[in-house]
């Protein structure tokens, strides 16, 4: 991977259950992002949080962030089978003005209704 | 609104040939990233363009080259293709090169044989 690591690799959950996924960087960051990836298909942006930023909720989802550890997580609350999927962080590292995401290498969600 | 718009969706080559490319950003938006993903593994920055110059330069093999035209779309042109060049194409757009959020097309599998 470019930049981070994502733990687990693959996770299976019930539907109704909780999923937490990490994932942890190298480089100083201007901000984290998480993206969801159906087989096969695009990245759909989830959710957004800023170096300065320690916690962030979207309906569901909620991200957290410690810039000391360089290390991010994605708490997907009451799974669904909809929820199955990929799911990656990808950061935006501080020197860069290009505003090129660098991925982490992704944890593969299954839920089971 | 229409998303950003990839083509072809899939595309069988031989070894040695050349393959192209296409990606048309939403409209308004002027800056273009593509990415490389092999089975399995996480997204890889190839290059970016705003307003139609090179803005960001990463993994790109030197058989690759890439462009954006005069309406923002943009192609990737890849010659002397590699069975290890199989893998799913992504081009993404944004309004303004330091923009926190990327959109994704569907990408374009490419299978080289």
């Known amino acids: 991977s470019q930049q981070g690591e994502e733990d687990p690799q693959a996770l299976s959950i019930q539907e109704g259950e909780n999923a937490t996924m990490n994932c942890s960087y190298k480089?100083?960051?201007?901000?984290l992002q998480w993206y969801r990836q159906n087989s096969g298909r695009g990245l759909v942006h989830l959710i957004l949080?800023?170096?300065?930023?320690r916690e962030k909720h979207s309906g569901r989802l909620r991200v957290t962030l410690d810039t000391s550890k360089k290390s991010s997580s994605l708490l997907i609350t009451a799974s669904r089978a909809a929820d199955t999927a990929s799911y990656f962080c990808?950061?935006?590292?501080?020197?860069?003005?290009?505003?090129?995401?660098?991925f982490g290498q992704g944890t593969e969600l299954s839920v089971k209704p | 609104a229409a998303g950003v718009i990839q083509s072809p969706r899939h595309l069988i080559k031989e070894k040695r040939e050349t393959a192209t490319l296409k990606c048309y950003p939403i409209?308004?938006?002027?800056?273009v990233y593509w990415y490389q993903q092999g089975p399995g593994q996480d997204p890889q920055f190839l290059i970016s363009?705003?307003?139609?110059?090179?803005?960001d330069k990463g993994s790109i093999p030197d058989r690759f080259s890439a462009q954006q035209f005069s309406d923002y779309h943009s192609e990737l042109n890849m010659s002397s293709l590699e069975l290890g060049d199989s893998a799913l194409y992504f081009c993404?757009?944004?309004?303004?090169?330091?923009?926190?959020?990327?959109?994704f097309g569907s990408g374009t599998q490419l299978s080289v044989l």
């Open positions: 993404a757009s944004s309004l303004g090169r330091g923009s926190e959020k990327l959109f």
């Open positions: 480089t100083s960051i201007n901000n």
């Open positions: 949080i800023r170096s300065n930023e």
């Open positions: 990808a950061t935006v590292p501080i020197y860069n003005q290009g505003g090129k995401l660098i």
């Open positions: 409209s308004r938006h002027d800056t």
């Open positions: 363009f705003y307003e139609k110059m090179q803005s």
